[in-house]
Each structure stands twice: as C-alpha cells, then as structure tokens.
C-alpha cells in the first residue's frame, strides 16, 4: 500500500507491505519526504533466485508518480 500527504516541504510518502498471508507474517514500512522533482526507489524481497520487485517513487508537481524502473541488468 502507498499513501502521501502533500504538505508545504514535499510529498511525506509511505509504502507499507505485507510479506505472506498468514496473520503474523512480516510488515515493512518505508517513510521519505520527496521534495519537487526528488524520486526514490523501493525495492522488495521475493523468493531466494527471483529478482526483487521494484518501484520507483516520484514527486511530480505535487502529485505521486508510481513507475516500475528497467530490470536490473544481467551479471
């Protein structure tokens, strides 16, 4: 889940994830202010062997951009 607040320093941005179904499973919490312009990356875990899941946040004018970024390149 992603939610912002547009406030007079930014964008105070939280993404809020669920690993797993069951009732305990873990929760992650990522907090930034993104200034005009500003972008931040999140990336999340997935299982051992798959590439992480990647979004790209970004303060466009005051309104939040969502972007999946290019994969990673091949090593």
């Known amino acids: 889940m992603v939610y912002y607040l ?33 972008s931040a990356s999140v990336s999340l875990p997935r299982a051992a062997g798959e590439a992480p899941e990647r979004v790209v946040l970004t303060n466009a004018g005051g309104h939040l951009q969502i972007a999946e970024p290019p994969p990673f390149p091949p090593q």
């Open 6 to 38: 547009d406030e007079p320093d930014g964008l105070h941005v939280v993404v809020t994830t669920h690993q797993g179904v069951r009732q305990k499973a873990a929760v992650e919490r990522f907090e930034t202010v993104l200034a005009a312009g500003q």
